[in-house]
């Protein structure tokens, strides 16, 4: 494929016979990549916090879809999301997501971004893996690189101090992270499951109309209006990711300047997201916040 052949939605495999969970999927990118899932044939499970309007989204996707309620803010929800599940699942899509947004916990007492973006996608992911068959994508962002690029240990829930802004990028930096010790697992493990990591660039989604901030909201909706790419074409890394022949642990984004926006290409993270001993770190933690172990180790011990 050449630059000015960038790869597609429409350059998607044939899906049929396939099943992909897509979690926040009633709008933005994970509506977007539902969509396009489902129109190459794979049956897509919408899980979303709102069933009422995820059915509503459901009846704009062309395709086999069906609607389940997951509230990543809440682990009995997930656990319970994940107790209805039977059968193989080839792709789970971990795209849910709240940014900025103001000081809030989460129904078991988290900090709202890590507890939704991470904590309640890797609660979620070690309870489905059992099912999965062939990979697990998280959609992470460039604010992986916000703030001092160290994962915060001594304070993962912003109990000494709340910045919205630095709470987002704790929270992305964790799928990066995540996504790394997984792919670590899997691998120890002999499994053939994948894990990889997207990033959309800059789209404009429902994502930044909830910031704290009444400045940061006026300033992304001019940047939404005048910057941002589709929520279509932001979606392209996470469906590149999750169909494309990939080495584990990849990550996908925009080829463009800044990786604001482009076709799908593999890009780099930062180095405190390439660190594989605050990985391991982070997944231990998560283990005991959570209570959810990783069935992986599970077997290997
Ligand atoms: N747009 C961008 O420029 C950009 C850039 C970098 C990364 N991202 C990432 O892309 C992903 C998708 O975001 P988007 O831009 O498509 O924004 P969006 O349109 O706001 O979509 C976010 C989705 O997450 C769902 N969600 C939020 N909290 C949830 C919870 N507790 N349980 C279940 N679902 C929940 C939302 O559901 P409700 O509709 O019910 O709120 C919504 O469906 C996010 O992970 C985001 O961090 C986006």
Redesign the pocket.
């Known amino acids: 494929m050449t630059q000015t052949q960038k790869w597609n939605a429409t350059d998607l495999p044939d899906l049929s016979g396939r099943t992909a969970v897509v979690?926040?999927?009633?709008?933005?990118?994970?509506l977007t990549a539902a969509q396009a899932l489902a129109g190459a044939g794979a049956h897509v499970v919408l899980a979303?916090?709102?069933p009422e309007?995820g059915r509503a989204a459901a009846a704009t996707v062309s395709g086999s879809t069906e609607v389940r309620r997951?509230?990543?803010?809440d682990l009995a929800s997930v656990r319970e999301f994940a107790a209805g599940w039977a059968g193989p699942l080839h792709v789970l899509i971990n795209?849910?997501?709240?940014?900025m947004i103001p000081r809030q916990r989460t129904k078991d007492g988290f900090e709202m971004q890590f507890g939704?973006?991470h904590l309640?996608h890797f609660a979620l992911t070690n309870l489905l893996l059992p099912y999965v068959t062939d990979r697990v994508v998280t959609?992470s962002?460039?604010?992986h690189r916000w703030g001092d690029e160290a994962i915060h240990f001594d304070d993962l829930n912003s109990d000494t101090a709340y910045d919205p802004r630095g709470a987002y990028g704790q929270s992305?930096l964790a799928n990066l992270l995540f996504t790394l010790e997984l792919q670590r697992r899997l691998t120890e493990s002999g499994s053939r499951v994948r894990a990889l990591a997207a990033?959309?660039?800059?789209?404009a989604?429902?994502?930044q109309s909830h910031a704290a901030s009444r400045v940061a909201r006026l300033a992304m909706r001019f940047s939404n209006r005048y910057v941002?790419q589709s929520?279509r074409a932001?979606a392209l890394p996470t469906l590149y990711a999750a169909t494309q022949d990939l080495p584990g642990a990849s990550y996908v984004g925009p080829d463009g300047l800044g990786e604001w926006r482009g076709g799908p290409t593999l890009v780099s993270r930062s180095r405190a997201a390439s660190d594989p001993t605050t990985a391991r770190r982070l997944w231990t933690v998560s283990e005991e916040l959570t209570g959810v172990l990783c069935p992986l180790e599970m077997q290997v011990a």
């Open positions: 979690t926040g999927a009633n709008s933005g990118i994970g979303v916090r709102d309007r997951l509230d990543l803010a795209n849910a997501g709240v940014m939704t973006n309640g959609v962002s460039s604010a992305k990033h959309p660039g800059y789209s989604t429902n994502l941002a929520d932001g």
